[in-house]
């Protein structure tokens, strides 16, 4: 009786889903004001302009917004382009816009 008691609970174990819960900490609340004043600082500073103030790194500041968390969750995933915010998605195109504008266009390009 008592095996049978246990191999049910060890099938109970395997086959019920568990759950995750969010992980929401102190740090990680911290680390997304962090980014977000971040993202603020480099907008005041027209990193998100066309032509960008970050030059060369215009693509990594879009990638900041792109990589930012949907919540202050640790497993949280990524914004992405589809569910920024409408002024992040304006401001992930004026920075694509600023890349596309300094790309060479038409002529060949080997690398160096």
Do not use: C, H
């Amino acid at each position: 009786m008592r095996v049978f008691g246990v191999s049910v609970l060890v099938i109970a174990v395997l086959v019920l889903p568990i759950s995750a819960s969010a992980q929401v900490t102190n740090f990680s609340t911290d680390v997304a004001t962090a980014i977000d004043r971040g993202l603020s600082w480099l907008d005041a500073r027209g990193a998100f302009s066309n032509p960008s103030s970050a030059g060369e790194a215009a693509g990594l500041v879009a990638l900041a917004i792109l990589e930012k968390r949907v919540s202050a969750d640790l497993r949280a995933d990524a914004v992405g382009y589809m569910n920024s915010t409408p002024a992040d998605q304006a401001r992930i195109d004026r920075v694509m816009a600023s890349i596309i504008g300094r790309a060479p266009g038409g002529n060949f390009y080997a690398y160096r």
